[in-house]
């Protein structure tokens, strides 16, 4: 079966960091989409990163680009999101989803594409 599990997530004061992981087992991500959104309370969803199967490089939004870093490890089938410098607008929950077929990395994000395989997510909460 196909299945994602984010992890990682926890209190942190602002300007601290974590990393979050995300494990895929049933499938291999080096042949999906990947993506890691988050949520928090009162809000839409916010695609965050993401990298597809036919962009050659990684997606960042506007809000995290330069603190936050995609990575993987094609090995492990996981994907990793280091957050550095996290600020109060960064809490939420976060997930990581997958998803095959030709799209953009940034069609991916913007949400509009709700298919594919999601995961229950980590909670990230960021102290002022």
């Known amino acids: 079966d196909v299945q994602l599990q984010a992890s990682g997530g926890g209190e942190v004061q602002a300007g601290g960091s974590l990393r979050l992981s995300c494990e895929a087992s049933?499938?291999?991500?080096?042949?999906?989409?990947i993506g890691w959104f988050r949520q928090a309370p009162g809000k839409e969803r916010e695609g965050v990163s993401c990298?597809?199967?036919?962009?050659?490089?990684?997606y960042y939004s506007d809000s995290v680009k330069g603190r936050f870093t995609f990575s993987s490890d094609s090995a492990k089938n996981t994907t990793f999101l280091q957050m550095n410098n996290l600020m109060p607008e960064d809490t939420g929950v976060y997930f990581c989803s997958a998803i095959s077929g030709f799209l953009r990395s940034t069609y991916y994000c913007s949400g509009r594409e709700t298919r594919g395989a999601w995961g229950r997510g980590t909670l990230v909460t960021v102290s002022s």
């Open positions: 049933g499938f291999l991500m080096k042949d999906y989409a």
């Open positions: 990298i597809s199967t036919i962009d050659p490089s990684v």
